[in-house]
């Protein structure tokens, strides 16, 4: 049987992008800045599990967190520029889901 080898980066990004909900938090975050309620509508997901997909984003720098300190405190989700360089691939899961999956 042939032996393959993965590519460390790839086999991480996959990890990562492939965690359940994180490709939909991705995709949603697309659209621009929202604030944690916005996403969590958006999506059918607790709110314990989005936060700690959020954090997970935050900490490889895909996510960036912003507080605002108006009253009440304001606290906004955004794709940095490593974030934003997964459109395409989201794009193409898209793409390629119209035409696969029913």
Do not use: H
């Amino acid at each position: 049987m042939k032996e393959t080898t993965l590519c460390p980066r790839l086999s991480k990004a996959m990890e990562l992008i492939g965690k359940r909900w994180t490709g939909l938090i991705l995709y949603q975050l697309l659209d621009g800045p929202q604030r944690f309620n916005e996403i969590e509508s958006a999506l059918p997901v607790s709110g314990r599990l989005l936060s700690e997909r959020l954090k997970e984003l935050e900490k490889e720098g895909i996510v960036e967190r912003r507080v605002y300190t108006d009253v009440p405190v304001k606290v906004e989700y955004s794709l940095t520029d490593k974030g934003r360089g997964l459109k395409d691939a989201i794009a193409g899961i898209e793409q390629w889901s119209k035409v696969w999956l029913s």
